[in-house]
């Protein structure tokens, strides 16, 4: 019930395109979503947020789709760029959201072509 | 902005000696770190969260005494592996809560043990 899946494993975007990458939970309790970047031996970076509040936000190229019933969210990346690449992580954490431990989802390597 | 910072980046060392790893918050006091071990092309899984003054939390399937977490002050955290042998190998990558802010990370430290 701790878990968060994300798919897919890995996507290739040619440049201008979307990227969409999704993940899934079970556990209701989860309050925070927040969506990482991380690039080869670097720490993961964070890029966007969300609370079960609102169903989107969205943060110049990124924006989360949230749906709460379905206890799904995506990030999708507009007019993706080969700066992009990297691979992106979702993460779910209940009880104060932020400052509780993360669950990371599996992760996705996006390749962004130019 | 909050930076994090991890010492050292890359360490190789001989099988069954003890490896100190040092995470600094540099511009803000952190009372909570977490130390995250992550194997190639693989999520994030959560050690330990680490309070200022107070003994670590150790995730289960962790062992807390080959993983020793000592958080001393409000601006370091540091990560012992002790006997360290090839299968502690990995990628270990801390974080620190500033307030109720979200978690900020480290660059990670990637360990290698012959």
């Known amino acids: 019930q701790q878990q968060v899946k994300q798919s897919p494993q890995s996507l290739i975007v040619q440049k201008g395109g979307i990227s969409i990458i999704n993940c899934a939970y079970e556990?209701?309790?989860?309050?925070?979503f927040p969506w990482y970047q991380q690039f080869p031996g670097k720490g993961p970076a964070l890029l966007i947020a969300?609370?079960?509040?609102?169903s989107e936000k969205k943060e110049g190229r990124f924006t989360i789709s949230f749906n709460k019933s379905a206890k799904q969210f995506s990030l999708h990346i507009m007019d993706s760029q080969p700066g992009d690449s990297a691979t992106y992580f979702c993460?779910?954490?209940?009880?104060?959201?932020?400052?509780?431990?993360?669950?990371f989802g599996t992760g996705t390597l996006l390749a962004v072509q130019p | 902005g909050a930076v994090v910072s991890q010492h050292p980046s890359w360490v190789i060392c001989k099988s069954g000696t003890s490896v100190k790893i040092e995470c600094r918050s540099l511009?803000?006091?952190?009372?909570?770190m977490f130390w995250y071990r992550q194997f190639p092309k693989q999520s994030l899984m959560l050690m330990a969260t680490?309070?200022?003054?107070?003994?670590?939390?150790?995730e289960q399937g962790v062992e807390k005494d080959k993983f020793l977490i000592n958080h001393a002050s409000l601006t370091l955290s540091t990560l012992t592996v002790t006997s360290a042998h090839p299968e502690d190998s990995s990628f270990y990558i801390c974080?620190?809560?500033?307030?109720?802010?979200?978690?900020?990370f480290g660059d990670g430290t990637r360990l290698s043990i012959l």
């Open positions: 969300i609370r079960p509040d609102v």
């Open positions: 511009d803000f006091q952190a009372t909570t």
């Open positions: 556990n209701t309790a989860f309050d925070y």
């Open positions: 993460a779910a954490s209940e009880d104060g959201g932020a400052t509780n431990k993360l669950i």
């Open positions: 974080s620190a809560l500033q307030g109720d802010q979200p978690q900020h």
């Open positions: 680490s309070n200022e003054g107070s003994k670590a939390t150790y």
